[in-house]
């Protein structure tokens, strides 16, 4: 059915002005936002959709598909919402999905309708017009839904959602996973069809895991196993491995396993080293939900973004007229040791940066602070390395300290050691009664070194109803070999760092009332007792991006 009938109706923006707004993240005027949805490039233009509220800036209330498309991924322009409930099989929402290119070069999503049962089914559109390279018209498939729970076929209707892009096998058939659980067993149910309209489910799931709750927002790709390009969601053989993610429900998390997939059984099994669940390897250890990757085909490399959630109160929310944003674009690929992936933002960011400043060889000493002057340290974008020549005095790791997030919390960037904290103070006020800390910490292990990413937010807003949870991650660096790097992304309301190059992510979502605008600042910082060395560190204002 043509979607024209029943569009709804976008309301005005919200008040200008607004010291938590971003320059450079992709957000709304107003309303509610969450997952990234359908992510494509057509016809070399790039697609955005994503879930969205119309009517409010909370979770409650249908969901409907909002469009943005950009030349770059960093300049988004805004259209009327492409998918909205129209049917029986939509009416109470249309959910998370994805984009998938056809042989024909012919664009198609597949999504999850919740229908006049309240049973979550999966639903098929196609452009209206192929020759519009900005696809601002859907027609719903007239065979929908195409995908439906049923006792027969024994499929939770209430945890059965978000389905993948799809791939094709050697049989010439597509697949496609969609999101479900029995029990707290998470699975990757697997359809097939040999012409994208009409699907069957296979006898056994892609995978499946005890124990990790229900699966949203899965994803499923190929990576080289030598190189940073990306590759075409469809290839498989001896240079590939391939990467589940999934979006677990129960922690709001984003977990990923590194394996093998075996594309005439249908199998796809986890390498040993992949940990699955909540204590497995994650994109970002911070504000990281509900990503979706895809292959961009112009210039061959996989693109990851995702929702950041609000750290307010939903009142707050609710007086400042919003609620969520997305990620800024990563790209990513297969690390060296095979073992994780590695994330760095797109190059395309880098024509936003002003102001440039630099140092190099600078010495800080235990207990010291610098301020980096210069940029606009509300809208920054900063890297740093820092050099540390004696590792002995290390603080020794305790066998009992594995996790991460909570080493953090209870070593802070107020608490001393040896080496560290040492990092970046951001957001941060004149006085630093309001600051994020974005820090290392390193321990003496076992026959080697441990290097902990922290970021503590205990102290980014004098506003109590704020979430301020700690963050943190170990960074699988060797530090005796190579200098310790860093990079953070300030947008005002945003942290997105970056250790060790890409090895480690946390984002946090921070709401100062001191360091806002022109009253925010940035410093380096070494509150260790031995002194390190800034081997280089290079600061610029962002310029503020076209964003809807």
Wanted: glycine letters at 6%.
């Amino acid at each position: 059915m043509d979607l024209q009938a029943s569009r709804p109706v976008v309301e005005s923006s919200a008040s200008a002005n607004q010291p938590y707004r971003t320059g450079f993240h992709f957000q709304l005027p107003k309303n509610w936002i969450n997952d990234p949805n359908g992510v494509m490039v057509y016809k070399g233009v790039y697609h955005l959709f994503y879930q969205y509220n119309p009517n409010g800036a909370v979770v409650e209330g249908i969901k409907i598909w909002g469009h943005s498309t950009s030349n770059d991924l960093v300049n988004w322009t805004p259209h009327e919402p492409a998918i909205y409930p129209s049917e029986p099989y939509d009416t109470n929402g249309c959910w998370s999905g994805s984009a998938t290119i056809l042989l024909d070069d012919k664009p198609a999503i597949l999504y999850t309708g919740v229908d006049s049962q309240n049973r979550q089914v999966q639903n098929l559109a196609f452009p209206k017009n192929l020759s519009d390279p900005y696809l601002v018209e859907w027609i719903k498939s007239d065979k929908n839904p195409v995908m439906q729970p049923t006792i027969k076929n024994r499929i939770n209707a209430s945890s059965f959602r978000d389905p993948t892009t799809a791939w094709l096998g050697p049989d010439v058939q597509w697949r496609v996973i969609v999101g479900s659980k029995v029990d707290r067993r998470g699975l990757a149910i697997l359809y097939k069809s040999k012409d994208f309209v009409n699907w069957f489910r296979s006898e056994t799931p892609l995978h499946s895991a005890n124990d990790t709750g229900m699966w949203e927002c899965p994803d499923f790709f190929p990576v080289l196993v030598v190189g940073q390009n990306g590759v075409d969601t469809s290839l498989n053989g001896p240079f590939f491995k391939h990467v589940l993610k999934v979006s677990l429900d129960e922690t709001g998390h984003d977990l990923y396993t590194i394996g093998s997939y075996d594309n005439i059984k249908d199998i796809y099994t986890p390498d040993k080293i992949s940990v699955e669940g909540d204590l497995g390897s994650r994109y970002d250890y911070g504000k990281y939900y509900a990503s979706k990757s895809f292959f961009d085909c112009v210039k061959n490399q996989r693109i990851l973004t995702a929702w950041i959630n609000e750290s307010s109160s939903v009142a707050d929310d609710v007086k400042k007229g919003w609620s969520g944003v997305h990620a800024i674009p990563r790209k990513f690929w297969l690390a060296e040791n095979g073992k994780q992936l590695v994330q760095w933002p797109i190059s395309e960011l880098q024509k936003l940066r002003a102001n440039h400043i630099s140092l190099a060889n600078k010495l800080l000493e235990g207990g010291s602070v610098i301020k980096v002057s210069v940029v606009t340290a509300a809208q920054a974008d900063v890297e740093v390395s820092f050099e540390i020549k004696d590792l002995d005095n290390a603080e020794v790791l305790e066998p009992s300290w594995t996790n991460p997030r909570f080493l953090c919390s209870q070593k802070g960037a107020s608490v001393k050691s040896s080496l560290g904290p040492f990092g970046l103070l951001v957001l941060a006020s004149d006085d630093l009664k309001e600051n994020t800390a974005v820090f290392f910490r390193i321990f003496k292990g076992n026959n080697s070194y441990v290097v902990l990413m922290c970021s503590d937010q205990s102290s980014s807003s004098l506003n109590q109803d704020n979430d301020k949870t700690t963050y943190g991650a170990f960074l699988d660096v060797d530090i005796r070999q190579q200098k310790l790097s860093l990079r953070s992304l300030m947008d005002h309301s945003i942290v997105e760092s970056f250790g060790g190059g890409g090895k480690a992510c946390i984002t946090s979502r921070v709401y100062p009332t001191l360091a806002i605008n022109e009253a925010a600042h940035l410093y380096a910082f070494n509150n260790g007792t031995q002194s390190l060395n800034i081997a280089a560190l290079n600061a610029w204002t962002m310029n503020t991006a076209n964003i809807n």
